[in-house]
């Protein structure tokens, strides 16, 4: 999905911290966000800014993992945009790293990029809704709480006219 830009010179790209940890095990440190463009060119937002979309943009979130301890289960990792009422806009669900991290191999001390896409349907209502991220067992669905609560709410994204 592109060419990945970690830093400007020599300075991280802005991020924001979030510290969460669930069964002492798996530690999400921080997430950035950018907004794709013309030719899927996405533009990393500063991490004090509201998040703006139209239908058909994409937001593109990265987590960054680290392994505490060996999880002890597999676990799925849910990014969703959704509304006061429950609808959701736009939703991945993958285990980390697209699948080729899954969290039953995770060993402490590792690190992980892990990168989620988000496209607005047409025909989405305009409106805030929530950014959050839900992680849950692979096998049973159950949620896995982080230390924080059950989900991590990111903010808002606002979605509007062009």
């Not at 058909?56 to 959704?82: C, D, E, F, H």
């Amino acid at each position: 999905h592109g060419v990945f830009l970690f830093s400007t010179g020599g300075k991280q790209l802005p991020s924001v911290r979030i510290g969460a940890t669930a069964e002492n095990s798996i530690f999400l440190d921080r997430v950035e966000f950018a907004v794709g463009g013309e030719r899927q060119v996405y533009k990393t937002l500063n991490s004090d800014k509201d998040i703006y979309l139209e239908p058909t943009q994409t937001l593109r979130v990265t987590l960054y993992w680290r392994a505490l301890n060996k999880p002890i289960g597999n676990r799925t990792v849910s990014v969703r945009i959704i509304d006061e009422t429950g609808w959701i806009s736009a939703q991945q669900d993958s285990t980390p790293s697209n699948g080729r991290r899954s969290t039953i191999v995770w060993e402490p001390g590792w690190y992980f990029r892990d990168v989620y896409y988000l496209t607005i349907p047409e025909g989405t209502a305009i409106g805030n809704k929530d950014l959050s991220l839900r992680l849950y067992d692979s096998t049973t669905r159950e949620r896995v709480p982080f230390d924080l609560g059950d989900d991590l709410s990111f903010g808002q994204v606002t979605i509007h006219t062009p």
